[in-house]
């Protein structure tokens, strides 16, 4: 099985970074894929949005036929979506996926491999109208959302909750459960500064209050 996670010039890091975390420990502990593989259009250093600099294991060239597919977002992402070279490896590889995942801004570039037209999605919540805008998506204001083979997370940190949904949904509970419990991931309660409460904060963080 062949995972692959997209990264491009200015990508957000915990976009990729969280559920590649999950992910690799999917594979060590609870079976996850036998390839896990950063993808990048050159297999040249990428540096992310907040100066990390990240080597990719294959370029689109070089890259596998791919099982799954997770596109992340970040400030590079309004560049991508017109980057043909890029939305038409995503949209190749998709042909074949059994499923595509976007974090954050990811959805505006499985929207421009033609990926999300009619679907339900979301994104990060300063970009929702903007994912409105589009005209052909219905919005849902959720920590993730699948429609399908397609699924889709809100901004950075809710990448971890996404790639732990879709483990319990592949792989069963135990599997998911394995890997929250190896990463450590239990969110604390706490709420900073009461922004859950922002009017532009999105729906599923204003019913938690």
């Known amino acids: 099985m062949n995972f692959g996670i997209l990264v ?4 957000e890091e915990l976009d990729f970074a969280g559920p590649w975390e999950m992910l690799t420990l999917w594979s060590k502990v609870a ?31 070089d890259c596998p036929r791919l099982d799954y597919l997770l596109v992340p977002g970040g400030v590079g992402a309004r560049q991508q979506v017109n980057n043909q070279v890029l939305t038409g490896f995503v949209a ?5 996926c059994k ?8 959805a505006f570039i499985l929207h421009a491999a033609g990926l999300l037209s009619g679907k339900k999605a979301t994104t990060h919540w300063n970009s929702l109208e903007r994912l409105r805008a589009l005209g052909d998506v219905q919005v849902v204001e959720q920590r993730f959302v699948r429609d399908g083979h397609i699924w889709t997370s809100a901004g950075i940190s809710a990448g971890m909750d996404l790639m732990l949904a879709f483990i319990a949904d592949v ?4 599997a998911a459960g394995q890997v929250q419990f190896h990463a450590e991931y239990y969110p604390a309660s706490t709420r900073y500064g009461d922004f859950e409460n922002h009017e532009h904060a999105p729906t599923y963080l204003k019913q938690l209050t």
Do not use: D, M, W, Y
């Open 171 to 174: 792989a069963g509970e135990e």
């Open 31 to 61: 079976g996850g894929p036998e390839n896990c593989l950063i993808v990048s259009e050159t297999a040249s250093p990428v540096i992310c949005a907040k100066g990390l600099s990240v080597n990719p294991h294959v370029s689109f060239k």
């Open 99 to 106: 499923a595509v995942l976007s974090v954050c801004t990811g």
């Open 92 to 96: 190749a590889q998709a042909r074949n």
């Open 8 to 11: 491009f010039p200015q990508v």
